[in-house]
């Protein structure tokens, strides 16, 4: 019974702490994405894509995620398995479990940040360069 509410406490914080991240990720992509407004304008006037734009901007945050990734699973693995010796029944933590929670993780970035890089990408030059 001490588990059960352990884990609804848990799943509880986890979805607060995932929608956190997100607004602060948004936050983040929309004040790149605006810093940044000059030299989007300019490398839409000189011929990139919308597509290259959105790569352009989304890899930064790729990168952060990944970082994030690789220094949260060594530890997060050390706290499970810790956790996990207390049981009579050992139960062992896959590595799989770890890589499709960065793929989510990354899903998540790329689904929160894509938003405002096609968005940036998409508007016009023109105006772009004139307010920057």
Known sequence: MNEQKTASLVQVAMGLAIL??????FGLSLF??????GEIGIRKVLG???VDIA????????????????????VAWIVVD???QKYAYRVVVDIWVF??????AIA?????V??????AALESPVRRLRTA
């Not at 952060?64 to 949260?72: D, K, T």
């Not at 998540?108 to 929160?112: G, H, I, R």
């Open 20 to 25: 956190i991240s997100c607004m602060g990720l």
């Open 32 to 37: 790149t994405a605006e810093r940044r407004g």
């Open 48 to 50: 990139a894509t919308t």
């Open 55 to 74: 790569v352009m901007l989304n890899r930064q945050f790729i990168r952060l995620v990944l970082l994030a990734l690789v220094i949260a699973s060594p």
């Open 82 to 84: 810790g956790w996990l």
């Open 99 to 104: 890589v499709l929670a960065g793929v989510g």
């Open 108 to 112: 998540l970035a790329l689904v929160t």
């Open 114 to 119: 894509s938003y405002q890089s096609i968005r």
